[in-house]
């Protein structure tokens, strides 16, 4: 095993990972999730390096080592950091059903592959993508947005 060959690996994944966990833990426990994570990694390169979505798998570790979520946990920052969006969204979001709260939020907000956040999440990519739409769907009905305008 190549040091540099981990250290590139660590360097293309820490971003993807951190932006998946704060999506379902405290902001303080993201970074002993992703150490845990790529601990992991490292005790097991040769296994990780074979993998079609060694990502997906990571996070699965990094929940399982810090295991204890109950429900996600979607950080909101400080209004001033906000972009620009409808007020209503938030609470819309809270409405959503834990799996299509993690769905959505993979999907969209991490830009994640319906297949990536099936492995991170433990199941089908068509299940995935039912629990995007349907959350779509209660966003939009919960908002008011219409499709036929």
Known sequence: MSDGEFEAFVQA??????RALSAHLPPERVADAIAEAFAYAWQHWKRVQEMDNPGGYLYRVAQSKTRSRK???LPWPADAELPDYEPGL???LLELSP???????????CGWSHV?????LRMSASTVATHV???????RTRMGVRDDV
Request: glycine share 8%; hydrophobic share 50%; net charge positive.
């Open 133 to 139: 739409s349907r959350a779509l769907d209660r966003l």
């Open 71 to 73: 429900q996600g946990f």
């Open 116 to 120: 990536e956040a099936g492995v991170a």
């Open 99 to 109: 799996a299509q709260l993690r769905a959505i939020w993979l999907v969209h907000g």
């Open 13 to 18: 994944m820490d971003p993807q990972l951190r």
């Open 90 to 92: 938030a609470p819309a």
